[in-house]
């Protein structure tokens, strides 16, 4: 921690910090109301906190950024049908909702609207995702359920991969492809590449029935 002194009497700043006043930060000169997360006030120092440039309190080394057509439809949908925590949502000055942050088990998922002039659109708007998200759930069956009934398209069943989870696909109502899953085994290399044969074979012989 940095230490520096404001240069305020001891009464002017024990009334501050009852009254929860302001005052200028000596560290960033901003004006700060009552005690900051960067800062404290005590008997006329300003104990600085260091800023993380990373900030990793709140995200990891990666953030998805979703373009949607409507920033508090897409937060209450992705709420509701995977259990996201919303943890803020700002509207510009017309009042509309111009980014919003949704967390869950760690991971924040960002969202913004579609900018016409910035080239940023959104997978509604293009008529295909240019992406998937990979969602790891504890009951994938209900959870691809819950989200086709709130909206969602299904555009795989529910099954068992080779690779060890069991996966279904849907499309969500903004257009973006989400497979969710619940990891079901530990395979090998070896085992992956067998099952994968295997399933492989499995659908053409499924495929060549259905021709027939």
């Given amino acids: 921690m940095q230490y520096i002194t404001i ?12 009254s929860g006043g ?30 993380d440039p990373l900030n990793k309190k709140l995200y990891g080394s990666v953030t998805a950024m979703l ?3 409507d920033v508090k439809a897409a937060a209450d949908f992705y709420q509701k049908a995977f259990g996201f925590a919303k943890r803020g949502i700002m509207n510009g000055p017309d009042g509309k909702a111009i980014h919003a ?6 991971t924040t998922l960002m969202l913004g609207p579609e900018m ?7 997978a509604k708007t293009i008529g295909a995702s240019p992406t998937s ?21 299904l555009k795989g069943p529910v099954m068992d991969m080779f ?11 903004e257009g973006y ?14 085992e992956m590449q067998r099952k994968m044969k295997e399933q492989i074979a499995s659908q053409q012989a499924a495929r060549a029935a259905s021709a027939d």
């Fill in 7 to 18: 240069g305020l009497p001891e009464e002017l700043t024990e009334a501050l910090a009852c």
């Fill in 67 to 69: 373009t949607v057509t």
């Fill in 163 to 173: 690779w060890g989870d069991r996966c279904g696909a849907i499309v969500d109502p």
């Fill in 22 to 51: 302001e005052f200028s930060c000596a560290v960033c000169g901003q004006l700060t109301p009552k005690f900051s997360s960067n800062t404290c006030l005590t008997k006329g120092v300003c104990y600085a906190k260091k800023i």
């Fill in 116 to 122: 016409a002039q910035m080239g940023s659109r959104s």
């Fill in 101 to 106: 942050e949704l967390t869950l088990r760690g």
């Fill in 177 to 190: 492809i989400w497979m969710v899953a619940t990891h079901m085994a530990e395979l090998t290399p070896k």
């Fill in 133 to 153: 998200l990979y969602l790891l759930t504890e009951k994938v069956d209900k959870t691809v359920a819950k989200a086709v009934k709130l909206g969602a398209v």
